[in-house]
């Protein structure tokens, strides 16, 4: 018996080499990558991050997940703008995978990608162009938060969904045709939501491993199911009543443009993609601004002196008379710098939204190779796009 358990074990042992050295050769068959830290077995270069110091372009292994870092303002550009196309893929996100699966704007590839991407940016401009302008709808918005803001009579309250009731409700207003009441209960959970399921994504397992805490997958998995089943909800409103000479908001749109295309066999206007677009404009249009806005404040409560030189510029620029208009900025450079400066510094997404290159793609003397697929077959590698290098050393910058 004692025999029969260390043979078990020898082979256990061999046949664990054999899957390493497998998954090895695998991974460094294709492509010529940029350099980056020797990974660990397994744990690839997770306790190696902070150290890093290959530039803006380097290669790591979350895990056994290889990736290929573009970071600071001239690489990302040369990237997404230059070489647009190319690197238009979109890599997988593990925390959020199994709820959308490839559909929706925000995570579908090739030409589901771009029928969805066209739409949306069109019926977005229009309705920001038609009878009340995106401006209009900040503006009201902004006087809600304010008023909102008065009646807490300076006492101490926290900025989390007064700011996203404010922000969400703009988007809101475009993609479901009305703004929320700031006390509904079903917005108010549709917010707190949002912000779970936002946490979850941001935690350091999800960011360098692709999975949320230990049992935050399935969380995170119900709450994107909740937010789904409401825009489908509003989606079988929009359905009763739509008159297609007269569309009300972004849903409506949508369903006239299936209605066109419903005898074009590759059409990608369905009933998913309606749903899943939706909720990616919703969710992204909440989340992301209004977090922004939350570390804005918290910059500028730890640098008083900038809070005093904004403040001056919008007093001698708007007054305390009107509401602040698109046409100010140009009168106002410190303020848009400050505001650019937040944004650089705010690490909304940590490690960034994975892409992934569409073919074979010469850049900076490297080869990066296709992915090989997408859903049951995991990629080779995947492109973390940062606006800055939180690892690399700033003389290698």
Same mark, same amino acid.
């Given at each position: 018996?004692?025999?029969? $358990?260390?043979?078990?074990?020898?082979?256990?042992?061999?046949?664990?080499?054999?899957?390493?050295?497998?998954?090895?050769?695998?991974?460094?068959?294709?492509?010529?990558?940029?350099?980056?830290? #020797?990974?660990?077995? @397994? *744990?690839?270069?997770?306790?190696?991050?902070?150290?890093?110091?290959?530039?803006?372009?380097?290669?790591?292994?979350?895990?056994?997940?290889?990736?290929?870092?573009?970071?600071?303002?001239?690489?990302?550009?040369?990237?997404?703008?230059?070489?647009?196309?190319?690197?238009?893929?979109?890599?997988?996100?593990?925390?959020?995978?199994?709820?959308?699966?490839?559909?929706?704007?925000?995570?579908?590839?090739?030409?589901?990608?771009?029928? *969805? %991407?066209?739409?949306?940016?069109?019926? *977005?401009?229009?309705?920001?162009?038609?009878?009340?302008?995106?401006?209009?709808?900040?503006?009201?918005?902004?006087?809600?938060?304010? /008023?909102?803001?008065?009646?807490?009579?300076?006492?101490?309250?926290?900025?989390?969904?007064?700011?996203?009731?404010?922000?969400?409700?703009?988007?809101?207003?475009?993609?479901? $045709?009305?703004?929320?009441?700031? /006390?509904?209960?079903?917005?108010?959970?549709?917010?707190?939501?949002?912000?779970?399921?936002?946490?979850?994504?941001?935690?350091?397992?999800?960011?360098?491993?692709?999975?949320?805490?230990?049992?935050?997958?399935? %969380?995170?998995?119900?709450?994107?199911?909740?937010?789904?089943?409401?825009?489908?909800?509003?989606?079988?409103?929009?359905?009763?009543?739509?008159?297609?000479?007269?569309?009300?908001?972004?849903?409506?749109?949508?369903?006239?443009?299936?209605?066109?295309?419903?005898?074009?066999?590759?059409?990608?206007?369905?009933?998913?993609?309606?749903?899943?677009?939706?909720?990616?404009?919703? @969710?992204?249009?909440?989340?992301?601004?209004?977090?922004?806005?939350?570390?804005?404040?918290?910059?500028?409560?730890?640098?008083?002196?900038?809070?005093?030189?904004?403040?001056?510029?919008?007093?001698?620029?708007? $007054?305390?008379?009107?509401?602040?208009? #698109?046409?100010?900025?140009?009168?106002?450079?410190?303020?848009?710098?400050?505001?650019? /400066?937040?944004?650089?510094?705010?690490?909304?997404?940590?490690?960034?939204?994975?892409?992934?290159?569409?073919?074979?793609?010469?850049?900076?003397?490297?080869?990066?190779?296709?992915?090989?697929?997408? $859903?049951?077959?995991?990629?080779?590698?995947?492109?973390?796009?940062?606006? %800055?290098?939180?690892?690399?050393?700033?003389?290698?910058?």
């Amino acid at each position: 018996m004692e025999l029969v $358990g260390t043979v078990g074990v020898f082979l256990g042992i061999c046949f664990s080499c054999l899957l390493l050295v497998s998954a090895w050769k695998r991974m460094h068959k294709e492509g010529k990558l940029p350099p980056g830290p #020797t990974p660990l077995p @397994f *744990l690839g270069n997770i306790l190696q991050v902070k150290t890093s110091k290959y530039g803006p372009v380097f290669t790591v292994y979350l895990g056994p997940r290889r990736v290929v870092v573009l970071c600071g303002h001239d690489t990302v550009k040369e990237a997404l703008v230059d070489q647009a196309e190319e690197f238009s893929g979109r890599g997988e996100i593990a925390t959020i995978d199994r709820n959308f699966n490839g559909f929706g704007v925000a995570l579908a590839n090739g030409q589901r990608w771009q029928q *969805l %991407r066209r739409f949306s940016l069109t019926t *977005l401009r229009n309705f920001g162009m038609g009878k009340r302008s995106i401006e209009e709808r900040i503006q009201e918005e902004a006087q809600c938060l304010v /008023e909102e803001i008065r009646r807490t009579k300076g006492q101490p309250f926290d900025p989390t969904f007064f700011l996203s009731r404010t922000v969400s409700n703009v988007i809101s207003s475009v993609v479901f $045709g009305s703004r929320f009441d700031y /006390e509904d209960k079903t917005f108010l959970s549709l917010l707190r939501m949002i912000n779970e399921s936002f946490i979850e994504m941001s935690s350091p397992l999800a960011q360098v491993v692709g999975h949320p805490s230990p049992g935050g997958h399935n %969380r995170i998995y119900y709450l994107v199911e909740d937010l789904k089943d409401f825009i489908a909800g509003k989606v079988e409103t929009n359905q009763a009543t739509l008159d297609p000479n007269n569309p009300r908001d972004f849903i409506d749109c949508f369903l006239i443009q299936m209605e066109k295309e419903k005898g074009n066999p590759s059409t990608e206007f369905n009933l998913k993609n309606l749903v899943l677009t939706t909720l990616n404009l919703f @969710f992204a249009g909440t989340e992301t601004v209004s977090s922004t806005l939350r570390y804005g404040l918290l910059f500028l409560m730890k640098y008083p002196e900038v809070e005093e030189k904004v403040h001056q510029e919008i007093e001698q620029v708007i $007054g305390p008379n009107r509401l602040p208009a #698109t046409e100010d900025r140009l009168k106002m450079p410190y303020t848009d710098a400050v505001v650019h /400066e937040i944004q650089r510094v705010t690490d909304i997404v940590p490690l960034g939204v994975p892409h992934t290159v569409i073919r074979d793609t010469q850049f900076r003397g490297y080869l990066l190779p296709k992915v090989s697929g997408f $859903g049951n077959i995991p990629p080779v590698y995947q492109l973390s796009m940062l606006p %800055r290098c939180p690892w690399a050393s700033a003389a290698s910058l």
